[in-house]
């Protein structure tokens, strides 16, 4: 429990801005410490939340079917054009999309048969609400992009276009008219990004937080994201767009790939409690791509190129925790009230 000091007592809300008792200082450590102290105390009034038996066994299922139904949805139109075809696109939209808009029941149904009340609606669990959401936009977009900063140099130097051409397009209608009447691109960055986060993260992580910690389910939740992509594999072999042996490398370093990714944008959702940022984060990664290295250790501008890159790596790393700090996203985020004890993840 928090100490009273000077008659004043703690509201009952965890929130460290709404507190009625004024902020005195802390070393860092004991600031720590008085966060730990006051997430504890906010479980405690939430009835002292503790896992029922079973439960993990009932959120994995639950996740596996949520996967396996979102993939399914894919394959219900039998056709023999490839996946990027614009008919094959339209018709993945259509079940894609019925899948996604019917994924929160799949967390509403768990919450049910589990017994498991948290504090917050099912929507502000899922990353849908409005405290926060201006940070929760740009923040995190702005981290992945510090990230990808030698591919942004890189295509800078390499783009025939001025920085007035580019702001000119940006503004464009025209421009994005046909940005959305492109199927492959509507899939790609809006489509794809929206219902991937949506079941794979936001309906996802509030089944396996409560089971594990936040660090545990960070880490759990790609291995379902990254096996939902195995179904390219199905479509490579069925056309033969490759060896045998092509294939099988490919698949392993999409699922390696996508496993890393889902578990920087797991770790986004989890800190920034938004689902938002792991949205467009994910659309930006689409629209890059994987960093061409081979490249870049060819381009003429090798040195300038590379030192982006290893400073992109240096200052992604130095602001991941600084940029993701729970305070500007308002504390706790609401998937960390249903953790069963503290996490460094859900402090600031």
Not at 70 to 78: A, E, K, M, Q, T
Not at 159 to 168: A, E, K
Request: neutral net charge; aromatic residues 12%.
């Amino acid at each position: 429990m928090v100490e009273k000091r000077s008659g004043c007592r703690p509201t009952p809300s965890f929130s460290l801005h709404r507190r009625a008792c004024p902020r005195t200082s802390h070393t860092g450590e004991e600031e720590g410490d008085l966060r730990l102290s006051l997430m504890t105390e906010e479980m405690s009034s939430n009835g002292g939340f503790v896992p029922p038996d079973g439960l993990c066994w009932v959120s994995i299922l639950s996740c596996l079917l949520l996967a396996c139904s979102y993939v399914g949805s894919l394959y219900v139109w039998r056709s023999d054009l490839p996946r990027d075809h614009p008919a094959v696109i339209k018709r993945r939209f259509t079940s894609v999309l019925i899948v996604s808009a019917l994924s929160p029941l799949f967390v509403w149904a768990w919450r049910e048969f589990t017994g498991v009340r948290p504090g917050p609606s099912l929507l502000a669990l899922m990353g849908i609400h409005l405290e926060g959401l201006i940070p929760a936009v740009v923040l995190p977009l702005l981290l992945t992009m510090v990230l990808f900063l030698g591919p942004l140099i890189q295509l800078a130097m390499d783009c025939p276009w001025s920085f007035m051409d580019g702001l000119r397009v940006a503004f464009d209608p025209w421009f994005w008219t046909l940005c959305f009447s492109d199927m492959r691109w509507l899939r790609n960055q809006v489509v794809a990004p929206l219902t991937e986060e949506l079941v794979f993260r936001a309906c996802m992580l509030p089944m396996l937080v409560p089971c594990a910690s936040p660090s545990t389910a960070i880490f759990t939740c790609p291995l379902f994201f990254g096996v939902a992509h195995f179904h390219h594999v199905i479509e490579l072999l069925r056309f033969r767009q490759g060896t045998m042996s092509g294939i099988f490398l490919s698949a392993v370093f999409q699922f390696s790939y996508t496993a890393v990714f889902g578990a920087y944008t797991a770790f986004i959702f989890i800190r920034t409690g938004h689902l938002v940022g792991p949205v467009l984060c994910h659309s930006f990664c689409n629209y890059m791509g994987f960093p061409a290295i081979s490249t870049a250790l060819e381009h003429p501008h090798r040195l300038t190129v590379l030192s982006c890159y290893l400073l992109g790596v240096f200052l992604f790393l130095l602001f991941l925790f600084p940029l993701t700090d729970p305070v500007f996203y308002g504390l706790p985020t609401p998937v960390c009230t249903l953790a069963s004890s503290p996490s460094v993840l859900c402090v600031s």
